[in-house]
Every structure is written in C-alpha cells, then in structure tokens.
C-alpha cells in the first residue's frame, strides 16, 4: 500500500513571503516517483514536477524549489517570494510498482494575500 | 483546442437521471483516466483506460459506466446517482499506461463540476 500525507490543510501568507508546503509519503516500493500538482480555482490540475527514488538532488526552477529527503520520507515544495497568483491548491503524489495508480495527497489550500 | 477538455463544466441532475461527461485530449496520449475529487478528500482513482481498453477499475459502483471509443475520446455516463456522488469529476491523460510504468506524468482537464439534486 502506498499513502501520501500533507499536513498543511490551509496556509496563508503575505506576498512575498516564503513558504514550504511539506509532504511525507510511505512505500514498501525501492523505485517510485514523486510529484508535485497545483491545482487553481479553475479547476485543472497542472503538473509541476517529477522526482524518481533515486535522485536526491534538489531542484530548482525559478521561486519553485523541492527538497527530497529518503531518510524521511519526505518531498517538500518551497515558494521563494510568493505572489498572489500562487494561490491555489496544491498537491503531493506518489506513483509506485505495486499500487500501479498514482496516490494523491489531500492537497494543501495556498492562500497568498496581496 | 489544446490539452484536455471535459464538457459540460457544470451539471445539476436528479437521482433518476441519465447524463454523460465527455473527455477529449489532444495530446496524441495512449492512456486515459477518470478521477473524482470530493471536498476536504483526496483525488479517487476511478477508471483508467490504455489503448481503449479499460485495465483499472477501482471499485467503482455500476452506476458509473466509463466508454472509450477511441483513443482521443472518454465518456462517463451516469444513471441512478446518489447526492455523495456530487463532486469534481477530472479527466486526464498520459503517454502511455505500462504494466511497471510510473513515469509519465498526467495532463487534467478542467474538470465537471456534478451536483446530484
């Protein structure tokens, strides 16, 4: 069984401020990936990023940036400077061999205020 | 038209209804999904199709009927719902669906907002 937890139900925060968006997922799986959705009040979820088991390396891409941690399982998203188009939710996923489905997190609701 | 796109965005309908959700991507993608999003729940898994032919179904109960004709198109039909079926029914794609296969992502559509009166 594979799970995904995001313990941030709601957060909010001045523009410009920074914010992390935390994300713990379990698998018995050795090869998955993560990603990361952001879903705005129009309603289509928007990819954002893919990571595989096997590379720690974080990434960054422009005021977006993800920390993959394996000792903790964890796959955080950090948003440098916020703007209020970052508003949104936003979810956590997880995509292993033995669930051969894409598990969700129950999302995070960013809310950034101008 | 580019991406995925679901019509209607919105439907109201009664319990003894019978309506249908429409899905087009035009992405040249080999797979196909139904999800369904409920407040404060996480996105549910409901249906996947690879090369038109469905290879997941999640429990699902038989009042959702899910047809592929072909690889651009995937339809839900709705008969005899129930007032907890009212949700955000996504539709997305993917380049392919693989026994083993976890890499693509999923490109969604908008989404149909369903309320059942």
């Known amino acids: 069984a594979q799970k995904v937890t995001q313990a941030q139900t709601e957060i909010s925060v001045v523009e410009k401020e920074d914010v992390t968006l935390d994300c713990v997922y379990e698998?018995?799986?050795?090869?998955?990936?993560l990603f990361w959705y952001k879903q705005p009040p129009s309603g289509e979820l928007v990819f954002l990023i893919r990571?595989?088991?096997?590379?720690?390396q974080n990434e960054i891409s422009g005021r977006y940036s993800w920390n993959f941690q394996k000792s903790t399982s964890s796959f955080n998203f950090t948003i440098t400077a916020s703007q209020v188009v970052d508003s949104a939710v936003y979810f956590c996923?997880?995509?292993?061999?033995?669930?051969?489905?894409?598990?969700f997190g129950s999302g995070t609701q960013l809310t950034v205020l101008p | 038209e580019t991406g995925v796109t679901q019509t209607p965005r919105h439907l109201v309908m009664g319990m003894t209804n019978k309506k249908s959700l429409k899905c087009e991507q035009h992405?040249?993608?080999?797979?196909m999904y139904w999800y369904k999003q409920s407040a404060k729940k996480p996105l549910e898994l409901m249906f996947v199709?690879?090369?038109?032919?469905?290879?997941e179904n999640n429990s699902v109960p038989s009042r959702f009927s899910p047809e592929c004709p072909n690889s651009s198109h995937l339809f839900l039909h709705l008969h005899t719902l129930q007032p907890e079926d009212s949700a955000l029914y996504l539709c997305?794609?993917?380049?392919?669906?693989?026994?083993?296969?976890?890499?693509?992502?999923?490109?969604f559509g908008p989404g149909t907002r369903l309320t059942v009166l």
């Open positions: 992405l040249g993608h080999n797979a």
């Open positions: 996923a997880l995509s292993s061999g033995s669930a051969r489905q894409l598990t």
């Open positions: 990571r595989n088991s096997f590379d720690e």
């Open positions: 997305a794609s993917s380049q392919d669906y693989l026994a083993g296969d976890l890499y693509n992502e999923q490109f």
């Open positions: 199709y690879s090369l038109e032919e469905r290879v």
């Open positions: 698998t018995r799986d050795t090869t998955y990936y």
